[in-house]
């Protein structure tokens, strides 16, 4: 029987914690945490992320400040904020949501940012410091998956864990992360992509699979063995006539076969998803205690 | 028969360019490459790396200032000697010899270091800039090694990597650039460290082994599949009374064995150790371009 890998309980447990500590910080007259997002443009997948970021720091106590800059903002424009934001000392940490106007050079803004200030963890600086395993903020979705790890209390130690794409914000980091010598980590971990050969034979060979490709029912039955722990972290729109809004959410996995081999796995929705909310609390937390050393 | 990695000759080639290069440069009036090397204290291993460096600079016609700080020198006294470096518009690129005395915090050291002048590669944000992909200083043992494969066009896409080691400076850094989108490169990367199990049977399937874990014979024929590339970055000393000086320089794999399956494989000494020098080069020159923009 597979033990599901309920996200979004961790995710609220995580919430719950940071509220409270939030509270005593507060009591103890402390700082109060304070992030700001800066949103550029009418995306709506955009707004919805923002919106709901904006709302868990409500739910935690957390100060937060909503910078709705309009579409045609030169990048010139942008950094100037970003350096009101640096210098900012109300503001802990901040974000700008992803993906910018095209005509904005997304690369510069991230390196714009001050890395104290960095909370989600995109600035060359803090990835360095993350390869180096020295105190940093970690990317939302690497970090929300060794939350779950830890919290189910999840064996990684010299288990072969597989990872199933390189991208910079998922798939790369958390291949270095889960071979460095802490846990969840202590690993032996290969890092696959688009160039693979013989997928099959080394994701049967796994013991953990960390998948985040964006295709949905990729990892089939046949190529995981038994009593596997699955992560997956794709969350694809599968187009679907019984849903009200015509398609429904399906991860990378074929989920009801593998969860018949698996002894953990993440469901999707539910399942890595709501973590990086979580995540981005923690490092905010984590912010505000940095800069008020 | 196994082809013979000759990094001492792929050194010296790699010299033999930037000197016609550095000659070229100068003549058309830009700026000559300087170098610096800052070394605190007297350990005699250090002194010989240093002024082979130094050395090499002469060799191919960059400038070179050797600053010598006494043992008792304080961390204050280094942050100094680093500041004023970092701000001297001679000096394109210097490194600070490692390791450090005691009483010094290397990591604080290394992360006062200007980034742009950081040909060692040791400094967070190049790290990080390594896993973005962006230009960056790689440092030099990774470096060494991809010039190898790059210049004898060992074929690296799709294969099977493992890397043995972890390390800062060698395992982890390498694990990511032969995961990477580009040659040499795009190889299925695991890494393995003290925690792996089944290490036999993992490197049984590796195309290519590169190991850098400073034990000697570590690695022996029966853990290899044939037509196996190896790259050895092991330099042990192992005592040998028929040796003048006490001892003889062995790497991490049983050579004389191991080569008979090998299709391509790097000697000790003579394989990946002298390639140092040359990456610590190529990354001077390119803080020379990078520093006159």
Known sequence: MAVILDGKKVSLDIQEELRIETKERVERGRKKP???????????????YVAAKVKACERVGFDSTLIKLPEITTEK????????????????????QLPLPKHINEEKVIQAINPKKDVDGFHPQNVGRMVLGLPTFLPATPNGILEILKRYKVNTIGKHCVIIG??????LPMSILMGQNYYPGNSTVTLTHSRTKNLKEICQEADIIIIAIGKPNFLTADMVKEGV????????????????????????????????????????????GPMTIASLLINTLNATKLNSK
């Not at 424009?77 to 700008?96: A, R, S």
């Open 166 to 171: 390189r991208s910079h914000i998922v798939g």
């Open 34 to 48: 304070h992030l700001a997002a800066v949103l550029v443009g009418d995306d709506p997948a955009s707004q919805t």
């Open 229 to 272: 722990v699955i992560i997956d972290v794709g969350i694809n729109r599968v187009p679907d006539e019984t849903k009200k809004r015509g398609y429904r959410l399906e991860g990378d996995v074929d989920y009801n076969e593998v969860i018949k081999k698996s002894s953990f796995i993440t469901p999707v929705p539910g399942g890595v």
């Open 77 to 96: 424009e942008l950094m100037e904020e970003i350096k009101l934001l640096n210098e900012n000392p109300k503001i802990d940490g901040f974000i700008v």
